[in-house]
């Protein structure tokens, strides 16, 4: 008789302000700040840099018991002023851990009394508070409260601009750069928020930067509410929790939501909007991409078509990739996530009608444990999702494509391409290439040519 379930083991997503503190990142001259105990702090340094390969700092309250007992409002308060002193931060972006949120700090009227005190001649950085708690959602919820957050506190009404708000999602900064360049040749101005394409993803440095150079500008994050259109990438991000929502509620730019432009239905789809905002054709080196992709998929079709695959991670990556799979004519016969949108099945269904036809399973708020449950009894070809599965992957023998975050056992996590037909074109290559690898590796020949 199997036992009721009772905790998770080895669980399919990250903690809530790990997602913060990326976004934070992604805000020029800002300090990621968590209101809660070093080790909070010590672990989301842990998994960014394994990933991203850069150095990042994130500064803590540093809660103790007697903290966690009569509140953090002094640790949280001296903490900011050390900060301010020794970085001269023009951002502080504050995440909360479960800590400070079980105790129930009132974080806003903490900051409140903060920004009441004499600066001592010490400019006062933009304070930025986002609710994260540990003990609900996961790094995606942390990711887009920062995000939400960063746009209440700094966009500004005014005059209506020629300019598009972008707001990515935790793509990889590889895809940021990516679309910058798309925007660019479309000559369409932009907000991007956030961009760590260049602070999560740059260049060597001759001396230390306490703050790494990159970053969207306060001063761009302004403009957003002047802007005559946002364009947000996710499937599952309810109007409560977006910061393109909150712009149209509040200021009237219009929202257009599209699922991450993974394959070539929805990196079509993409390209339609920005022909329709910019009145421009498509430049013709992304019309290439295509065409190159569409010829990749004609050479490829014989390996990948009926292949069985897992795919798991953020729920708005795994619809996405759903989509694509089925666009190949693989077969994704188990979609997992950690997340519990509630609309995972839901959105699915949208992208691949025959969902139940196929005889697709989708589960949400599982572990890696039930992953396993699952590939046992469903025997994929292979897995395609993060370095979280490779313990599953090596206990089963099953191939694992490596995508999304994180990608912390090899190496070039930060430059995986995702979006459009760029990144299309590379993860199909891979997914190509993984299947003739299997084959090799399953032959008793081990024939070299194909």
Known sequence: MKHAKTATQNACKLCNPLGACLAFRGIENCVPFLHGSQGCATYIRRYLISHYKEPIDIASSNFHEETAVFGGSHNLQVGLKNVTQQYKPEVIGIATTCLSETIGDDVEGILREYRKQPKNGTPMPILIHASTPSYQGSHIDGFHAAVR???????????????????????????????????????????????YSQ????????????????????????????ATGSIEFSSTLESSKSAAAWLEESFGVKRYQLPLPIGIKASDNFFALL?????????????????????????????????????????????????FLSEIGMTPVLCASGGKSGTLRKRLEEKVPDLDEKGIKVREGVDFVDIEDEAQLLKPDFLIGNSKGFT???????????????????????????????????????IVNTVIEQRQNASSIGYTYM
């Open 392 to 430: 599953l992957s090596r206990k089963n023998s099953i191939p694992l494509l490596r995508i999304g975050f994180p990608i912390h056992d090899r190496f070039g996590g930060q430059r995986v391409h995702h979006l459009g037909y760029r990144g299309t074109q590379e993860l199909f290559d891979r």
């Open 199 to 226: 602070t999560m993803d740059g260049g060597p440095w001759g001396e230390y930067h306490r703050i790494p150079p990159g970053g969207t500008p306060a001063r761009a994050i302004a403009s957003a509410g002047r």
């Open 275 to 323: 022909e329709r905002l910019t009145e421009r054709a498509t430049p013709e080196k992304y019309e290439d991409e295509r065409r190159r992709l569409v010829d990749a998929y004609a050479d490829g079709h014989k390996y990948v078509f009926e292949k069985k695959v897992i795919i798991y991670g953020e729920e708005d990556l795994v619809i996405a990739m759903t989509a």
């Open 149 to 195: 957050s960063s746009v209440k506190a700094l966009a500004e009404k005014g005059a209506t601009e020629n300019l598009v708000n972008i707001f990515p999602n935790m793509v990889s900064p590889a895809d940021l750069r990516y679309l910058k360049e798309i925007l660019g040749d479309f000559r369409l101005p932009y907000m991007m928020l956030p961009d």
